[in-house]
């Protein structure tokens, strides 16, 4: 884990993102000083409380209200009009000394303001979750349902960490507890036969023992497919797009995106850099990357160009194949296109892919439609132009139908990520090992325990530690014991 | 008698003599202080050693150079072992004993030990000079010298037994309590906790019927208790055979009927008696629904005619014993040589010692056994060896500390379990309070503790040759095993391998890869005359030991993955585990924290992190404040408070 998150200093961060325009955008800073020099970043408008912040006479000001201000710049400049909100220690969601900015929502002021409090009161900008993770710190969080926590421990990434932080919360501890009382039960009934063979205690039953390790297979196994049905709406779908230069890649972002983002030009290969933007369709959030095109070049930056559009795919869970119809209805220019399709499906594996003929309005449909048959890919093209708008809705539809079940909204997932789902495979792994031991006639029972023990600290990951004074509990109340 | 020495012991049951006996092996001049010479070593309750898990901790004791185990293979009447069929770490050696020679037996090794001297005498205080204990006053009013002292007092500090409404000063039937040492205790601030435990009723053996009881033998071909010797001939005794019979609804509307009259339920019992070992009147209460309970009727002794009846633990009036016995199949006509009965004991809350038994406020104390909370033989004579072993590290002071991991014993997860958790009832142990049960097989005990065993200086050096020579015989076996072939091409091979339905014979297969099939084991092979005595006898080491480490090596082998999984986990966990708190770690400083759980951690002030985990209360969540509050001191963020 970073040093930072051990650190007791100030942090400032935007509560609401910085890639999105919005009506407002919210500022945290969070630590000792973030009351104390909040007179360094905002003036108040009310005279007095002007004065009490400037004079830093903290008990007379009013918290948790919302106090008109100006927002100062780096250089003690008005940039913005807004509103601030002060959270003493121990009120605060933190628990430490807070303070809301609420700013106008672009993305610059923010990036400005963040910029004027850290120079001016020397807060750092914070890490990932780390609000969330002095809020954990300082005890605000509901122990109780904190099931992340040997994640939070282990975290080594600020992105794990961001993933455990996540999973604090009680929906994954009441989806994951009776599981792990499940579990405790099977292995409790296996530890009566072991710990205590020697009194007179019930004969295990198999048949009822099998029974109940299908049905926490059963669940674990039905939590993930949801969770994987979900997981685009739930995350966003990384789209990368990818073509033969000029095929109209950049021309088709923009008309997704809708508006002017990309370079758009005639000479092959404006696109150098990888250009990213969000949309919605209908709620399904699409993250869209526009990567350089894919040619052999001697030129050193669009190399690295192309080196670049190769990972994206790698990174994406949606590929954009944008084909030039004219192109694709030339015999002379199939060779490499097909070279293409046959390299980026390679590269695609799992991934979702959909060939979009553009530019149809400079093609024949009727020959890419033959095209599209011979080459077997009827059931994941579309054929649009981007400068019409032909076909797009279609696009629209193509993209949404890959990820989104239909009844979407009924689902509420057990699991909220990655991580967690990760964690649930691997328990299913050593239960299944588990259940084909029992299938083979295996006798060794310590053996059946340590697996079943094994699937319990994979959960465990999520809901908390397990341990053996536990199982003995479980013994003791529900089973006679006597010597 | 002397009045100086290096070590005193107070008490001779079972934790008494392996601390004397390790003190003095270590060169320390040990004295053992028993209210009766004549108990040394005295099996109070079951006439038995081992068991499930207790077993592995008696193979322990053994490997690290203590007396338990080569004093049931000089004692024993049957010897069993457990969960055979049910897992590699769960096999557990049990074996009934001759309750009057392995009382004598043990007598003899104290008091023939060097370094050991023996004294009856009661102990009524300690001496404390500057904060240390220095020594302990006894009845006589001797005062008598020590560098550190280790109480072993049993059941006997302010004992009552129970039998019926009569209550009778006493830590045994027929020996006296010790009230003045507890009093004694007390008054040093020691908070002291009533304990229950208890014993049934002993059987004529004239009485019974075993005619129409079913019989149970002991294994064919025992495997001694100690790794390093075994007595000639073995087994050394006669061995007898155990019955088993069962309570009915009757004996339990007997036992219903009397309950006004049981002090369990009358309130004249306050001590918590242990919840895996109930007396058949709590069983019948708390069960109500079953409609019967295994009862053993177990020899105590070739020179005695009194059976055990194991199951059948109480605290009825003598009268009431008498009529639900009978009413027990084969028991029809029983006489009762001695009633059964409970009793009471003062014992102290273990959380205030550290992991080498040694009081944390108060240096030169150690303490072991029932008084630590604890029940049974082999617990007690657990903690004796390691209280007894640092106390003598006293005189040597070279900063060395006895101490063993969860991962590296059961004796380590007793000591944790009891130092960091407490007990509020008696603590027994279990194969599945260990974290890593697979690697603490009891066969591999000597593998694990042999050596720091002599290098402790409680193993002989001629034990620790013995030791080696099997481990090389074990190696070299291994090798040979996995250079020896069968071949699906010989007809020979491949009738004899499919005869033994385990698959068939692929062209080449070593010994050693065969082994890993399930159901196919060496006895198997060896049976099946596919691997001849005469690669496996080579001389090395006696026949006896060559089986062992022949179960050893096929147990290795076949569930090596798990062995290896183990380990990896293991390995994971160790830096956690492992890592240290410093003493002086401040845990007010940690917000979030409840204050429930901060004063148990500032009471246990457990050594690691690991520690601190298990203490009962202790969530994930707070063990994870704990563990960035260390990070924080250790990067120097010390105690800024925000």
Redesign the interface.
């Known amino acids: 884990?970073d040093?930072n998150?051990?650190?007791?200093d100030t942090i400032v961060a935007s509560a609401t993102g910085l890639n999105v325009r919005s009506a407002i955008g919210v500022l945290r800073v969070s630590?000792?000083m973030a009351l104390t020099d909040a007179g360094k970043y905002v003036r108040l408008k009310s005279k007095n409380a002007r004065a009490n912040l400037e004079t830093r006479n903290f008990d007379s000001i009013r918290t948790r209200y919302l106090y008109r201000c100006d927002v100062l710049s780096r250089d003690n400049a008005i940039i913005d009009d807004g509103l601030v909100a002060f959270f003493p220690?121990p009120n605060s969601y933190s628990?430490?000394d807070m303070v809301e900015v609420h700013l106008h929502g672009n993305p610059l002021i923010q990036r400005e303001v963040i910029d004027s409090i850290v120079h001016n009161t020397g807060a750092r900008p914070a890490e990932r979750g780390e609000f969330s993770f002095r809020a954990?710190?300082?005890?605000?969080l509901d122990?109780?349902q904190?099931e992340a926590?040997?994640a939070?421990?282990s975290a080594e990434t600020s992105l794990g960490l961001e993933a455990a932080v996540k999973s604090l919360s009680g929906a994954v501890k009441r989806f994951i507890d009776p599981i792990q009382e499940d579990l405790k039960n099977l292995i409790a009934s296996l530890?009566l036969?072991?710990?205590?063979?020697?009194?007179?205690v019930e004969v295990l039953d198999w048949s009822l023992f099998e029974k109940k390790l299908q049905s926490v297979q059963g669940r674990l196994r039905a939590a993930v497919v949801q969770f994987d049905s979900i997981r685009p709406a739930m995350n966003g779908v990384t789209v990368s797009f990818v073509g033969r230069p000029n095929a109209g890649k950049s021309t088709l972002f923009n008309v997704l995106v809708g508006e002017e983002r990309s370079i758009v030009s005639q000479i092959e290969g404006t696109t150098r850099d990888v250009i990213r933007e969000q949309i919605y369709l209908d709620g399904l959030l699409l993250r869209l990357s526009d990567t350089a095109g894919m040619r052999d070049t001697s030129d050193v930056i669009e190399s690295e160009g192309v080196k670049r559009s190769l990972e994206e795919i790698k990174d994406s869970e949606l590929v954009l194949v944008v084909i030039d119809s004219g192109e694709a209805g030339r015999t002379s220019a199939s060779a490499p296109l097909l070279a293409l399709i046959k390299e980026v499906s390679e590269r695609a594996g799992e991934r979702k892919l959909i060939f979009v003929f553009n530019k149809i309005d400079n093609g024949d449909a009727l020959v890419i439609k033959e095209f599209i048959s011979n080459h077997d890919l009827v059931s994941n093209s579309v054929i649009v132009s981007s400068t019409t708008g032909q076909g797009l809705l279609e696009l629209q539809e193509k993209i949404k139908s890959e990820f989104v079940a239909s009844d979407l909204l009924q689902i509420s997932p057990e699991i909220f990520c990655q991580r967690q789902r990760e964690a649930l495979v691997q328990a299913m792994g050593r239960l299944s090992i588990v259940s084909d031991n029992i299938q083979?006639g295996?006798?060794?029972?310590?053996?059946l325990?340590?697996d079943i023990r094994?699937a319990m600290v994979a959960i465990s990951e999520l809901s908390?530690?397990i341990?053996?004074?536990a199982?003995?509990e479980h013994i003791?109340s529900n089973f006679?014991?006597?010597? | 008698m002397a009045l100086l020495f290096d070590v005193i012991v107070v008490g001779g049951g079972h934790a008494g003599i392996e601390a004397a006996l390790a003190a003095a092996r270590m060169g320390s001049r040990t004295a053992m202080l028993t209210m009766n010479n004549d108990h040394i070593g005295y099996l109070s309750c079951n006439p038995a050693i081992g068991g499930q898990a207790k077993g592995q901790l008696a193979r322990e004791i053994d490997a690290f150079g203590g007396e338990m185990g080569r004093n049931t293979d000089r004692s024993a009447l049957q010897y069993r072992r457990l969960n055979m069929s049910k897992g590699p770490a769960v096999r557990s050696s049990r074996a009934q004993c001759d309750k009057v020679l392995y009382s004598l037996n043990m007598k003899k090794a104290v008091e023939t030990q060097g370094n050991l001297s023996v004294h009856q005498c009661e102990v009524i205080g300690l001496i404390v000079d500057k904060g240390r204990v220095c020594g302990v006053t006894d009845n006589f009013g001797t005062k008598i010298r020590a560098k550190s002292v280790v109480i072993t007092a049993g059941t006997f500090l302010k004992a009552v037994m129970h039998c019926g409404a009569s209550q009778t000063s006493g830590g045994r039937a027929g020996d006296g309590a010790s009230d003045s040492l507890s009093d004694f205790l007390h008054a040093e601030g020691f908070n002291l906790v009533r304990l229950k435990t208890g014993t049934p009723a002993r059987l004529k053996r004239s009485s019974i019927n075993f005619e129409i009881l079913e019989r149970q033998d002991g294994d064919k071909n025992p495997v001694p208790f100690s790794f390093y010797s075994r007595p000639d001939p073995f087994p050394f005794l006669e061995q007898l055979p155990c019955y088993l019979t069962y309570t009915n609804s009757k004996t339990h509307e007997i036992i219903a009927a009397a309950q006004n009259d049981s002090p369990m339920f009358t309130g004249q019992i306050m001590g918590k008696g242990p919840r895996y070992c109930p007396s058949i009147e709590d069983k019948v209460f708390r069960f109500a629904d079953k409609d019967r309970h295994q009862i053993f009727l177990e020899p105590e002794s070739l020179y005695s005619e009194e059976i055990y009846a194991n199951g059948l633990s109480t605290s009825l009036p003598v009268v009431a014993q008498q009529r639900f016995l009978q009413t027990i199949s084969g028991l029809e006509e029983v006489e009762i040589a001695r009633p059964g009965y409970a009793v009471e004991y003062d014992a102290l809350n273990p959380m205030i010692l550290k992991h080498t038994l040694e009081v944390k406020d108060l240096p030169g104390l150690f303490c072991a056994g029932q008084i630590n909370g604890t029940s049974g033989y082999e617990e007690a004579a657990a903690q004796g060896l390691v209280a007894g072993a640092n106390a003598a590290m006293h005189r040597i002071n070279n900063g060395e500390e006895l101490v063993f991991g969860r991962e590296e014993a059961y004796i380590g997860v007793l000591i944790d379990d009891l130092v960091t958790k407490g007990c509020d009832e008696p603590y027994r142990m279990f194969t599945s309070r260990a974290e890593y049960r697979l690697l603490l097989r009891e066969e591999t005990a000597d593998r694990r503790l042999a050596e720091k065993g002599k290098n402790f200086g409680v193993l002989s050096d001629p034990d620790f040759e013995k030791f080696e020579r099997k481990y090389r015989y074990f190696e070299d076996i291994c090798k040979k095993l996995g250079s020896t072939y069968l071949y699906g091409g010989q007809a020979e091979d491949r009738g004899v391998f499919e005869a033994l339905g385990v698959g068939a014979l692929p062209d080449r297969v070593s010994l050693l890869e065969a082994i890993r099939r399930p159901r196919l084991t060496i006895s198997t092979l060896r049976e099946a005359g596919l691997l001849s005595d005469e690669l496996i006898l080579t001389g090395e080491v006696e026949a006896w030991i060559a089986d062992r480490v022949l179960e050893e090596v096929e147990v290795s082998t076949k569930y090596e993955g798990y062995i290896d999984r183990e380990l990896k986990n293991l390995a994971k966990l160790s830096k956690q585990e492992f890592k240290k708190i410093p003493t002086d770690f401040n845990y007010s400083e940690i917000k979030g924290l409840s204050n429930e759980v901060r004063e148990r951690l500032i009471k246990v002030r457990p050594e690691t992190l690991g520690q601190a985990m298990r203490i009962p209360g202790v969530t994930p969540a707070a063990g994870a404040l704990v563990y960035i509050q260390l990070v924080r001191v250790m990067k120097g963020l010390g105690s800024h408070a925000p």
């Open positions: 884990m040093k998150y051990f650190a007791n630590g000792p220690a628990g430490e954990f710190r300082n005890g605000k122990l109780s904190v926590v040997e939070l421990i530890e036969e072991l710990d205590f063979s020697d009194q007179d083979t295996i006798q060794e029972m310590d053996l325990a340590i094994s908390g530690s341990d053996s004074e199982i003995l003791f006679c014991i006597g010597k």
